[in-house]
C-alpha cells in the first residue's frame, strides 16, 4: 500500500525559508516520480516541482526556479524515499496547502498524471 506522509509547513515570514519532507512507501517497484504541488486559497492545485527517485532528474515550475530546490534520500531498493523541498526567499504567493504526490509513471507539473497523495502540509507566508 502506498503511503504519502508530508511535513514541514507552518509559518513565516516573506524572505523566509522552510524544508518540506514527504515519506514516500510501499512502491513495488524502483521508478517512480514523486511531486510538490500547492493548492492556494480558491485557486486550483498547481504544479510546484518533481523529481525522479530513480535517476534524481527533477523540473520546477517557472514561479519557483532559483527559490525551491527538490531532492531525496532513497532507500538502497529504491523502494522507500524522502523528498524535500527547500523553499527558499518565500513570498505571500507561496502560500496554501502543499501537498506531495507519487506516479508510477513519467511525473511530470500536472496534477492529474499522479495517482498516490498526501495529506498536505500548510505554509503561510505573511508578514
Known amino acids: 500500500q502506498v503511503q504519502l506522509v508530508e511535513s514541514g509547513g507552518g509559518p513565516v515570514q516573506p524572505g523566509g525559508s522552510l524544508r518540506l519532507s514527504c515519506e514516500a512507501s510501499?512502491?513495488?517497484?524502483?521508478?517512480?516520480?514523486i511531486g510538490w504541488f500547492l493548492q492556494a486559497p480558491g485557486k486550483e492545485r498547481e504544479g510546484v516541482s518533481f523529481i525522479s527517485i530513480n535517476d534524481g532528474s527533477a523540473d520546477y515550475a517557472d514561479s519557483v526556479k532559483g527559490r525551491f530546490t527538490i531532492s531525496r534520500d532513497i532507500s538502497r531498493d529504491n523502494y522507500k524515499a524522502t523528498v524535500y523541498l527547500q523553499m527558499n526567499n518565500l513570498k505571500p504567493e507561496d502560500t496554501g496547502v502543499y501537498y506531495c504526490?507519487?506516479?508510477?509513471?513519467?511525473?511530470?507539473?500536472?496534477?492529474?498524471?499522479?495517482?498516490?497523495w498526501g495529506q498536505g502540509t500548510q505554509v503561510t507566508v505573511s508578514p
Open positions: 504526490a507519487g506516479d508510477p509513471g513519467w511525473g511530470g507539473l500536472g496534477p492529474w498524471k499522479y495517482e498516490y
Open positions: 510501499g512502491f513495488t517497484y524502483n521508478y517512480y516520480v
